[in-house]
């Protein structure tokens, strides 16, 4: 059982802020004081909002049972045979304050004159149906493994298995990224200047909100909830599990002398995981891609709005007397914008080879060496709204998904890490100086070194534009690549003479022979999501430290010190950021950064007692 009640209020005591602007001679120069605007109580370009946060109580119900046995076979083979199968029933809310997305009913608007019958609408929960979306039973997850012995020192090993990921529809924190929580949460935003002008003082902080606060309105509108303005909630029969399939087969060997080599092909493929940034269902059909300029021009021209009148909050964007011609052409006209959670439509596919090479503690050493040469793919590097922890989310055309698969974000396709660990071989015990006295083996005996390295030749890029060519609308665009970007050698990285930068067939300026453009107006441009042969600088690091052990038994049996001298990125190399890469932004290809820092060395003394 998972329960969890809780609220995330962002704004309960209102939040107002203040620029210069207001009090300045002109707009964005001339003088001026936040402080000042503060004093007269207006704002002209400043922002705030009011809100009313709800507190809920969530609940899910899980099941898990699982069946596993290890059957030998013979001497030498080995099965591992398993399943396991999960129930997740989605959460529920003690008051039923939950909410779906139903695209196929009929709304309260009815037929709109000029539009047609509408459709689509907020369904609240009930005690006739409280889970917020409908279950998926198919939860079976299978488990293989096999080992067989070819030789005395030489092992075949493979696997395969079936792990299901988390699912969203779990109990989890009530915040507005949640989604089914519209109705809920009122969220009254500070409107300073009369209709937005941006000159005439507005919603003094002495008044702030003259047309009063929104309030929460919880399920008493029913499928009326936020028609005129926008939605996020869940669709009932969107409940794909995602889950990883991976597979693996390799061979073990045993070398003399401890050394144990591993080489191992290893595959995951996710299916059905979670697209962030593919949420939208408000958006234009394909038919806007073929559209002229002049179409598009009139499509984003304003006309009479058939809802002025009918949606009467002020608040809302469309009880205006005129919207966007396409406003109207949205398959669900009456929302300015409908989100759904981020959908199970993302794939992703990952294949590489491992080796390993590890010698167990022996003569006083100890290696580990790990190579791996992988590939990984994917439609959406980030599968939530978790862009805070590092990747991005895109989709460039809503209406072909495809457009998103390239190479990973966090693709990196070699990668060699080095660790060891040496006892130096002098001193009592030792094989040179066994009979030193306790003086010289004091300051030459007892010493050891360790290291760690790794190398790796970075992760991809994508290009981007500023400000560059008109988008379709609800579309993005990235820039068009008409030959292969190249880098250039690391000696002209940072200088300034023609040639020079960190593309070898492109500079910070725009010029005739640039392979990155920008796209013409109304195009989406053909750079992938990520450039799979152009990459941000490697990783070559090292960290190196020397310990000294110092035995204390005449103080007390079994107590010694030790001295360590460490040093993190011993050799000082530095590792650069990745380059500017937007194509038109006048600095394209600079690195302005070091992502690593500089060599870092610590004394330390210990005392073990």
Known sequence: VHRINQGQPGTPAGLFTFDYNTTSQGPNYGGGDALAGLLTGTSTTGWGQYEIPP??????????????????????????LGARYELEYPRTERHNREAWFDPALASPLGNVPGVGQIQGGIVYASNAERHIVNTNYAGIAPRLGLSYRLRPKLVL??????????????????????????????TTNWLSTYQGDGATPWGRMSDPFPNGLVLPTGSSLGAMTNVGTGIYEYLRNLTALPYTQTWNGGFQYELPGGLVVEANYVGTKGTHLYFAG?????????????????????????????????????????????????????????????????????????????????KHF???????????NSKSIDDASVGTNTTWLGGSISQIDPNNRKLERSVSQYDIPQVLNIAYVYQLPFGKGKRWGTSWNRWVD?????????????????????????????????????????????????SKWFCTDPGCGYFANQGSTTAPTDVAVLPANYTIGNAPRELPDVRVPGTRT????????ISLNRMREGSRAEFRLESFNALNHPQFCGPNTTVNGGSFGEITSQCNSPREVQLALKLYW
């Open 542 to 549: 090292g960290a190196l430290s020397l310990f000294k052990e």
């Open 157 to 186: 090993r493979s696997g395969y298995g079936v792990f299901y990921n988390p699912s969203q529809f779990v109990a989890s924190s009530p915040s507005g990224s949640t989604g089914g929580t519209d109705g809920f949460d009122a």
């Open 362 to 372: 022996s003569s006083g050493m100890q290696l580990l060496v790990n190579y791996t």
């Open 55 to 80: 507190y809920f109580a969530m609940q899910n119900i899980g099941y898990a049972w699982y069946f596993q046995d290890n059957y030998r076979v013979s001497d030498k083979l080995t099965l591992n």
């Open 278 to 358: 593919a949420a939208a269902l408000n958006y234009l059909g394909p038919w806007i891609e073929k559209a002229s300029p002049d179409e598009i021009a009139s499509l984003i021209s304003y006309v009479n709005n058939p809802f002025y009148g009918i949606i009467t909050n002020s608040a809302y964007p469309l009880s205006n007397p005129q919207v966007q011609a396409l406003q109207l052409l949205y398959k669900y006209p009456q929302y300015a914008w409908v989100s759904m959670q981020n959908p199970p439509w993302a794939n992703a596919i990952y294949n590489a080879l491992q080796v390993r090479v590890e």
């Open 442 to 490: 004091g300051f030459l005996g007892g010493w050891q070194t360790n290291g760690i390295w790794r190398f790796d030749n970075g992760q991809p890029m994508s290009l981007g534009e500023q400000g560059g060519g008109l988008a379709l609308p609800g579309y993005g665009q990235r820039p068009n690549l008409v030959g292969q970007l190249r880098v250039n050698s690391r």
